[in-house]
């Protein structure tokens, strides 16, 4: 499984973005599917997962009521959309799929996309 992650950007604090993680090689169906979130000097941090058949969804809890991860099974691609934006959510967020398991831990994820930077200005 190939994934390739998209949509990041420069956003001033109180905006939106939506970032993409398109799969291909495979399709997503019985999937986890994460994302994650590194800043500069900082772990490795879980943002969001969707269970991709079940359509389960769990939050990291700085996230929660301010990001939606969703999928579109007709395109293979997950999406977190990203609102109320803070300074502090400024990081490279990656994407990550496994097809066993769905975990706010970022080594059982067995596939990653590269990351796409977010930056948040105050």
């Known amino acids: 499984v190939q994934l390739q992650a998209s949509g990041g950007g420069l956003v001033q604090a109180g905006g939106s973005l939506r970032l993409s993680c398109a799969a291909s090689?495979?399709?997503?169906?019985?999937?986890?599917v994460g994302w994650f979130r590194q800043a500069p000097g900082k772990e490795r941090q879980f943002v969001a997962a969707?269970?991709?058949?079940?359509?389960?969804?769990y939050y990291a809890d700085s996230v929660k009521g301010r990001f939606t991860i969703s999928g579109d099974n007709a395109k293979n691609t997950v999406y977190l959309q990203m609102n109320s934006l803070k300074p502090e959510d400024t990081a490279v967020y990656y994407c990550?799929?496994?097809?066993?398991?769905?975990?706010?831990?970022?080594?059982?994820?067995?596939?990653w996309g590269q990351g796409t930077q977010v930056t948040v200005s105050s």
């Open positions: 969707v269970s991709y058949s079940g359509g389960s969804t």
């Open positions: 090689g495979r399709t997503f169906s019985s999937f986890g």
């Open positions: 990550a799929a496994d097809p066993t398991t769905i975990s706010r831990s970022a080594p059982r994820y067995n596939y």
